[in-house]
């Protein structure tokens, strides 16, 4: 069935260092993608979003990339910090459904 | 702006009784409401969406009468997990979207529930 997916569950990265997180969707339909960061205990915190007829979009220190010619999406953190560890999530909104469809999600481990 | 509130934040109840959770958009109105569950190491699942003033839609294998969903103004939903049982410990979280916002979702801190 459709899905949205990560290709690596932990990713850790050295303070200060960037990061690069993927997500792959299946259904070529979806033309919303949103970014979500999830600390532990808490609900998801909105990142960035991109619509599907962008390939990039920056805001502070964070770059959301779409393909969809092979259904990839990425964030990148720029001089990553402690405080960026937490579990991040893809999910993307298919035309005419209003919930969204979650990936499995990436831990991101910051070594200082 | 965008703040989603949930209460409680956490729960403690005995096997049987009945839990009720409270989502409010704080400073907007939410057209449309949404209730995920997680549980520990996986990613949310969506449970049903909502909106103001309709019977929620559920999603395939949840229970309706179970999880009971009440989205009376726009600004508040309610999700009532009735007959708690030990298999319905989880993280229930809720979103929140308004129409002039476009898609984005905002969500709440969360609610973790532990049925003894």
């Known amino acids: 069935g459709e899905s949205v997916g990560l290709h690596l569950p932990t990713l850790s990265v050295q303070e200060g260092d960037n990061s690069i997180i993927n997500c792959a969707y299946s259904?070529?339909?979806?033309?919303?993608f949103i970014w979500y960061k999830q600390e532990s205990g808490k609900g998801p915190q909105f990142i960035i979003d991109?619509?599907?007829?962008?390939d990039k979009r920056q805001g502070q220190r964070v770059t959301v990339l779409l393909n969809k010619t092979v259904k990839h999406l990425s964030l990148q953190i720029a001089a990553t910090q402690p405080g960026d560890s937490a579990v991040y999530f893809c999910?993307?909104?298919?035309?005419?459904?209003?919930?969204?469809?979650f990936g499995s999600g990436t831990r991101l481990q910051v070594q200082p | 702006g965008a703040v989603v509130s949930q209460h409680p934040s956490w729960v403690i109840c005995k096997s049987g009784t009945s839990v009720k959770i409270e989502c409010r958009s704080l400073?907007?109105?939410?057209?449309?409401m949404f209730w995920y569950r997680q549980f520990p190491k996986q990613s949310l699942m969506l449970m049903a969406t909502?909106?103001?003033?309709?019977?929620?839609?559920?999603e395939q294998g949840v229970e309706k009468d179970k999880f009971l969903i009440n989205h009376a103004s726009l600004t508040l939903s309610t999700l009532t997990v009735t007959s708690a049982h030990p298999e319905d410990s989880s993280f229930y979280i809720c979103?929140?979207?308004?129409?002039?916002?476009?898609?984005?979702?905002?969500f709440g801190p969360g609610t973790r529930l532990l049925v003894l």
């Open positions: 999910a993307e909104n298919q035309t005419g459904r209003r919930a969204l469809t």
């Open positions: 991109i619509r599907s007829n962008m």
């Open positions: 259904n070529s339909a979806s033309d919303y």
């Open positions: 909502s909106n103001e003033g309709s019977k929620a839609t559920y």
């Open positions: 400073d907007f109105q939410a057209t449309t």
């Open positions: 979103s929140a979207r308004e129409a002039s916002r476009g898609e984005t979702q905002y």
